[in-house]
């Protein structure tokens, strides 16, 4: 019975040092690449899209080991890379990239220190316009045109959504080019000094998000002055 006991104890031992010698196999892996260091993500990430590019602008925080900020897009087939020299200990840094084909796209962003060392990525998201977005946009409506001897007053429809004006363009009798902007509050507008039966031009601007970082203008529109 005792050496029953005996061989039981001895079985146990050999089972629970084969266990440990296995978690061991399983974690000495990553132990043997040493312990993983990780810099501070990018922080206040805002990304502003326009006519075939973007700009993205983030915050770096006070660690100073960080060297360059990475972006990748296009599935990570597109890597830009933004060098880090601060002014400040907590300093705000941008790129505009460009080139961009009109579509959606997804922006992995992450920093590095000089070793290789990263931080954790953070994943940004924007909608790139260009001409198929802008041949979609029209001109606001004249809604009337009442002219006299030296003047006219032009009558605005209702602005569309995300415009934000107009620039009207006209010779007076003396020959100048005169250009008029109109803000899309205003509905309408009177012009001086307009030649009889003369050409008058205007093009609406548009932004297709509040913080784009450039304005779509339509095609212009042309009509004649009516006599007075």
């Not at 312990?35 to 915050?59: C, F, H, L, M």
């Not at 998201?125 to 409506?141: H, K, P, Q, V």
């Amino acid at each position: 019975m005792e050496k029953l006991k005996i061989r039981f104890v001895i079985l146990l031992c050999v089972v629970i040092f084969s266990s440990c010698d296995e978690m061991n196999s399983l974690h000495q892996p990553y132990l043997d690449e040493g312990e993983i260091t990780y810099r501070a993500k990018p922080d206040s990430i805002a990304v502003s899209s326009g006519n075939e590019r973007v700009k993205i602008q983030w915050i770096l925080s006070i660690d100073s080991k960080i060297t360059k900020t990475v972006i990748e897009y296009n599935n990570r087939e597109t890597v830009i890379e933004v060098g880090i020299k601060r002014t400040n200990p907590v300093d705000t840094f941008d790129v505009i990239i460009d080139k961009l084909a009109e579509g959606d796209y997804k922006f992995e962003i992450r920093n590095e220190d000089d070793r290789g060392n990263s931080s954790l990525v953070v994943n940004e998201f924007a909608s790139i316009y260009g001409e198929a977005y802008r041949s979609g946009l029209t001109a606001r409506i004249v809604k009337k045109l009442v002219a006299t001897a030296d003047s006219a007053t032009i009558y605005w429809g209702r602005p569309k959504e995300g415009e934000t004006g107009l620039e009207l363009e006209y010779q007076n009798t003396n020959q100048k080019k005169v250009v008029v902007y109109v803000p899309k509050e205003i509905s309408e507008t009177v012009i001086y000094g307009q030649q009889s039966q003369g050409e008058l031009k205007y093009r609406s601007f548009y932004l297709p998000q509040k913080n784009a970082i450039d304005t779509f203008a339509t095609d212009t529109v042309t009509f004649v002055i009516p006599e007075s």
